[in-house]
């Protein structure tokens, strides 16, 4: 595809069904029968395009490409078993590369139902439909990971106060008790697991800033807590 052509895509407001339209009909394919090696390369040029001339590329139109690439695996491991010689391995070079080309389109195999490899002609606008079906499979996911990230209450605790308040506290509690050590146990008010990750967290920190110095001889024991070196 020219850059003039694919400049005329950056610039218009098309949707990823017009591209891959568009394509067909420049590439003079036959919609009924596609080359789904060809529609692939072209998509993920567009797709390069984009990137290389700062035009912001939508999360559909990487999904999309990583189908077509899906697709064009597919296909081409169908087509290498009905042939030998240097045919074959003309396409075990073109499946390399393939896959070091899909890395740069990835997204979760989860999330994309298994595909059979091609048994009969591809339509262009069954193809469009199928991809459509993907994406909104891929929707529903986004939205469901939305409402559990909303449903997420994250403490408007500053972590630096309670850093400087537990600190306070081991300095305050040595001088008392004039020992080198105090029991981690004996920092916590109620020894239930909301308070022991509130001064844990901010005990991690003190130790690895070296204002305190904690030891633990077995693990899941107490820890001891003593002035650092800092």
């Known amino acids: 595809m020219d850059e003039k052509k694919i400049m005329g895509f950056l610039t218009s407001e098309y949707s990823w069904e017009q591209i891959i339209y568009e394509i067909v009909a420049w590439d003079g394919m036959n919609p009924w029968d596609l080359n789904i090696s060809k529609l692939a390369n072209h998509f993920i040029e567009y797709v390069r395009s984009m990137d290389t001339l700062d ?33 074959e391995q003309e396409i075990q070079e073109e499946l390399e590369d393939l896959e070091n080309e899909s890395e740069n389109f990835q997204i979760d195999p989860l999330n994309i139902p298994p595909r059979r490899q091609p048994t009969r002609k591809i339509v262009v606008s069954e193809l469009v439909n199928a991809l459509r079906k993907v994406l909104k499979a891929e929707d529903r996911r986004t939205s469901r990971e939305k409402n559990r990230r909303d449903k997420i209450v994250i403490s408007a605790d500053n972590i630096n106060e309670r850093i400087k308040t537990l600190y306070s506290r081991i300095n305050t509690i040595l001088g008392r ?38 030891r633990q001889e077995k693990i899941f024991e107490e820890i001891y807590v003593s002035r650092g070196k800092k």
């Open 55 to 87: 035009f912001r590329v939508p999360a559909k139109y990487v999904i999309v490409a990583a189908m077509l690439l899906k697709m064009k695996s597919d296909y081409l491991q169908s087509f290498k078993e009905q042939i030998t010689g240097q045919e």
């Open 177 to 214: 008790i004039r020992k080198k050590e105090v029991e981690f146990s004996k920092l916590v008010d109620k020894w239930e697991r909301d308070d022991i990750l509130k001064n844990f967290v901010p005990l991690v920190h003190l130790d690895n800033q070296g204002k305190v110095q904690a």
